[in-house]
């Protein structure tokens, strides 16, 4: 009914009035009736010869200014009288319609229709009206995904732009965008595959919702968790603390209260089943599930599993760790290029230093490891931003079945208004190979 009002009120301009005039409609859907009115504010009363030296002032700074292509300034039209008798009206005329009016007031003033609407008139009703449709379908979906903001899709690959790179993917009713920063490096996103995703931000655009996905973001690996364990979505096992290396490896410290639940068995399933399931939706990750342990030597002993630790010895004032294993278990400890200490690290917030004891002596502190592997996201740019975006627009900008050209008045008028092998029951489900 809204898009219809809209649609007369736009007609009626068209034919009968001025696009500047606050046409309002009131459709009876019983009887066909239309109400027609015209609103204007109640201002002061103005000389009107003052108001007409003002008029012409006006005219001849706006023709300047439109000659030097540009926007007429606020300081120039100071103390000049602003009077638009299209949607303003004084209060001496004012008090002739309603003797109670008072400037600030909204005066309503009723209209007639003066004959039937011409053809240019219901082409821009009809224009108005699938534009308000479009909006409050675009409204629709866009609060249907801003509900699953921090939750997880599922989408199929459509296309990969080859020149930005970003990933364009189908969600039922809208696309998303999966851009560079947030796809797993050897992930390969064929058109037709369908994978889950991360619901990063929904944010509404000038053309509709715009739906920013992930397939990285440390927050996907919790909600896998959530949605594939029971036990931890009633809160009877706790995930303490999530170390991540999208595609690659992850480490989650879990914990219970209950004496009767073995949050590792929990997190396993039987035969492995739960976290078989985890590693597929996150593209064959290994997960190592940790026991979260109060004591801090404890917990960065169980972080970097699978090597076995003989000791940890503490710098509570720097929070660093020297952590002591045996010569067979010092690479363990230090994993490939740096991993396992590096996401032990970021587990427990130690900063750690893996010390061989046997043998030569040997140390790894994980301040060593390069910076561009601790930084592995770069700020994108506001172009790279920008094309994301037009990436997605011709498709969510069309949620109506026809494309319509917009008429000049319509766009005034809407300016307004992978599975590994079965696992043990054990800390560590993916050995390091």
């Known amino acids: 009914m809204e898009a219809l009002e809209a649609a007369l009120a736009a007609a009626y301009r068209k034919d009968f009035g001025d696009k500047q005039q606050n046409i309002k409609v009131k459709f009876d859907p019983e009887t066909g009736d239309i109400k027609v009115w015209d609103e204007k504010e109640v201002v002061e009363d103005y000389d009107l010869e003052e108001l007409e030296k003002s008029q012409e002032k006006m005219a001849e700074l706006r023709e300047m200014a439109h000659l030097e292509n540009r926007e007429l300034e606020e300081d120039e039209m100071k103390g000049l009288i602003r009077f638009n008798p299209k949607n303003q009206i004084m209060l001496a005329d004012a008090k002739e319609i309603k003797k ?22 219901a082409q821009t009703a009809k224009q108005v009206i699938i534009q308000k449709i479009r909006e409050a379908e675009r409204a629709g979906v866009f609060e249907d995904f801003k509900s699953q903001e921090g939750k997880i899709v599922f989408g199929v690959i459509q296309r990969r732009d080859n020149r930005s790179g970003v ?3 189908d969600l039922g009713k809208i696309t998303g965008i999966l851009p560079t920063t947030e796809q797993i490096q050897r992930e390969h996103y064929v058109p037709g595959n369908r994978l ?7 944010n509404m655009g000038n053309r509709g919702p715009e739906i920013l996905l992930s397939r990285t973001n440390i ?12 036990e931890i979505s009633t809160g009877e096992v706790i995930i303490k603390g999530i170390a991540r290396d999208a595609g690659s490896r992850s480490k989650v410290a879990v914990f219970t209260k209950e004496e ?12 492995g089943s739960r976290i078989n399931t985890i590693i597929e939706e996150l593209g064959g990750e290994k997960i190592d599930i940790i026991h979260f342990d109060e004591k801090a030597e404890t917990f960065i002993k169980n972080a970097l599993a699978p090597a076995q630790v003989e000791s940890v010895v503490l710098n509570k004032e720097e929070k660093t760790a020297a952590v002591n294993v045996k010569e067979d278990q010092f690479s363990l400890a230090i994993g490939r290029g740096g991993q396992n ?18 043998g030569d002596k040997k ?36 949620v109506g079945e026809e494309k319509i050209e917009e008429v000049p008045e319509v766009v005034e008028e809407l300016k307004e208004e992978s599975v590994e092998e079965p696992v043990e029951t054990e800390e560590v489900i993916n050995e390091e190979k």
């Open 341 to 358: 200490v590096r996401l032990a690290t970021d587990l427990t917030g130690w900063k750690i230093k893996v010390v061989q004891i046997e």
């Open 100 to 121: 109670t009016a008072k400037i600030g007031d909204v005066l309503i003033i009723d209209l007639e229709v003066l004959g039937e609407f011409g053809r240019m008139a």
């Open 260 to 271: 009767t639940i073995d949050p590792i068995g929990s997190c396993i399933g039987q035969r």
């Open 196 to 202: 889950p995703f991360f619901v990063q931000s929904v």
């Open 363 to 398: 140390e790894f502190d994980v301040e060593e490891l390069e910076t561009n592997e601790e930084i592995t996201e770069k700020p994108k740019v506001v172009e790279e931003i920008q094309e994301e975006k037009m990436l997605t627009e011709e498709k969510n900008e069309e």
């Open 167 to 169: 990933v364009i993917v």
């Open 219 to 230: 927050k996907m690996v919790e909600v896998v968790f959530e949605n594939e364990i029971p």
